[in-house]
């Protein structure tokens, strides 16, 4: 999972190519729902940065099949349209599973262009389970509270320690929620999306969605192709590995991460003064873990902890200045408070984060089978890590639940589709979370679909991230649903955005577009 597609040339350039439009009879804008069709009531519910947001909830059944059965309710969110020419909703995905799309509704309508954004209500959700959703799901309040065990199970007494924690988040959901448990998982949230749909008053609906929120929508696409209008995935989940395989393919992506941070902090020896080989920093780096893993900073950030700070440096490059600072005042000055201010930023769990790790191992534990047997689970990392030690075990930990979760499996589901208008696909080539080659696969799994590629970009969610070119793409299919067609793999090639500089001020750097789309994206994939 970790090779690059050979059809991407060196230069990163725009490969424009020739532009397919949506069919007509696809892209024909629907005529905005009357109040009585939609059947919501939508309330204000604005914030600073999104004044013009409203909110309303919806009633849908626990097991679709059994409507008449168990209701349970979603939060929805809308930043209506304001022009004339109306193209229906938008629904809009952060991810994760687990992530809250209430906000993300305001972030996307104000990061497209204004113009465009004015032509559809941008539409948030909560799926079940998820924030303001009811019931919201949180199995075991505080898990992540540290200092946590060690992750790599170095000694028995360790591994057993992880282990009793895995079964005892696994059991508690099972206490908490052994009726709501089975209907936790990503084809019922699919059929919640077409209660939506339904809800709206439109007989389709156009998407957009990052991260877990690709297979959300490739899976929506899948069951319900007809109601699909326009279809937009950004950091694409590879949906022939859900979820054990996909996992194991992050290991290697985000150890190649970290160690590009190792390079970057390697560029920037004037600043922090870690040296100038990118090997013997990392070296640096991994006698940090293991000092606090014997002694945890401040009482709180122990080897786990700092894993738990330096994973979202994988997700995006944006805060790798803010974890150099934070190395070179532990490593150089012994000084670990910046480190602990690093914890509480990037790598501390609140309530919010509980709720999103529970809905996150319920929905894919439920969505596919795990192996069941430890020895396998240990055969395997281990030999992970062994070529890509640096979250390797703290990954299996994440995901160890699911080795002894309470319900059955279902089967993924084969997101191969031919009956949708063309969809637009976002990808960068050395995304950690999503690693291209998911995007490359739902590329051919998906006909019709065009490709954009961000050559050398590393981040994980790459549109309305302030790459003008991907954005212009995004912009011209929502617009009229233009596609850009070129030869090859992709259909498009956009040079990816420069990694950031040293901090010169404690601001730029958390401040910008990127920052904010990280920080709603979800749980980790």
């Known amino acids: ?49 999104y004044p013009t947001l409203q909110c309303a909830s919806l009633k849908v059944p626990l097991d679709h ?18 022009a004339k020419e109306y193209q229906g909703p938008l629904l809009v995905n952060p991810g994760g599973p687990g992530g809250s799309g209430l906000t993300f509704a305001g972030f996307i309508a104000s990061g497209l262009p204004k113009a465009v954004a004015a032509q559809y209500d941008v539409i948030g959700f909560d799926p079940r389970g998820v924030g303001a959703s009811k019931p919201a799901l949180n199995c075991r309040p505080g898990y992540f509270n540290p200092v946590r065990p060690d992750s790599v199970p170095s000694t028995p007494a360790i591994e057993k320690a992880n282990l ?99 390079a970057w902090i390697a560029k920037y020896d004037a600043t922090y003064k870690l040296g100038t080989d990118p090997e013997k920093i990392e070296a640096k780096w991994y006698a940090m873990r293991a000092a606090l893993a014997k002694k945890p900073a401040g009482g709180k950030v122990g080897a786990s902890e700092l ?74 990392n281990w030999a992970v890590y062994e070529k890509a030690p640096f979250m390797a075990w703290s990954n299996a930990w994440y995901n160890a639940p699911c080795a002894f979760w309470p319900t059955g499996s279902l089967k993924p589901v084969n997101i191969a589709n031919g009956k949708l208008p063309p969809a637009l696909l976002f990808q960068a080539t050395n995304d950690a979370a999503t690693p291209y080659e998911g995007g490359a696969t739902v590329h051919r799994m998906l006909a019709g679909s065009s490709f954009v590629v961000e050559e050398g970009g590393g981040n994980h969610g790459i549109t309305l991230s302030g790459n003008t070119c991907l954005d212009t793409y995004l912009a011209a299919y929502l617009t009229d649903g233009k596609v850009p067609r070129g030869g090859g793999e992709a259909d498009a090639v956009c040079q990816a955005l420069p990694d950031p500089k040293p901090l010169t001020a404690k601001a730029a750097s958390t401040s910008s577009r990127g920052a904010a789309l990280h920080r709603l994206l979800g749980a980790r994939s």
């Open 65 to 82: 099949a059994n409507p008449r059965g168990r209701q349970i309710t979603l939060a929805l969110s809308r930043v209506p349209h304001t």
């Open 307 to 380: 894993e738990d700070t330096y994973v979202p440096g994988g997700y995006y490059n944006g805060y790798w200045p803010y974890l150099a600072e934070a190395f070179a005042a532990y490593v150089n000055s012994k000084n670990a408070d910046p480190l602990i201010d690093a914890y509480e930023d990037f790598g501390a769990v609140d309530a919010s984060g509980d709720n999103g790790y529970s809905i996150y191992t319920s929905v894919q534990c439920r969505d596919a089978s795990w192996p069941r047997d430890w020895r396998q689970w240990q055969k395997d």
């Open 164 to 262: 009793e924690r895995a079964k005892s988040f696994a059991a508690a959901c099972g206490r908490k929620y052994a009726s709501v448990l089975p209907y936790i998982n990503t084809i019922s949230a699919v059929q919640d999306m077409d209660s939506v749909r339904r809800a709206l008053g439109a007989k389709r609906i156009n998407y957009f969605g990052y991260s877990y929120g690709t297979y959300l929508g490739a899976v929506y696409a899948k069951l319900f192709p007809h109601q699909v209008r326009r279809l937009v995935l950004d950091s694409i989940v590879d949906p022939t590995g859900v979820w054990y395989d996909d996992n194991l393919g992050q290991d290697y992506a985000f150890n190649d991460r970290h160690r590009a941070l190792m």
């Open 1 to 49: 999972m970790r090779k690059r597609a050979a059809v991407l040339c060196g230069a990163a350039i725009v490969v424009a190519g020739t532009f397919t439009a949506v069919p007509a009879d696809a892209s024909a804008p629907p005529s905005a729902p009357t109040a009585s069709a939609a059947g919501l009531t939508w309330k204000k519910c604005g914030t600073a940065d």
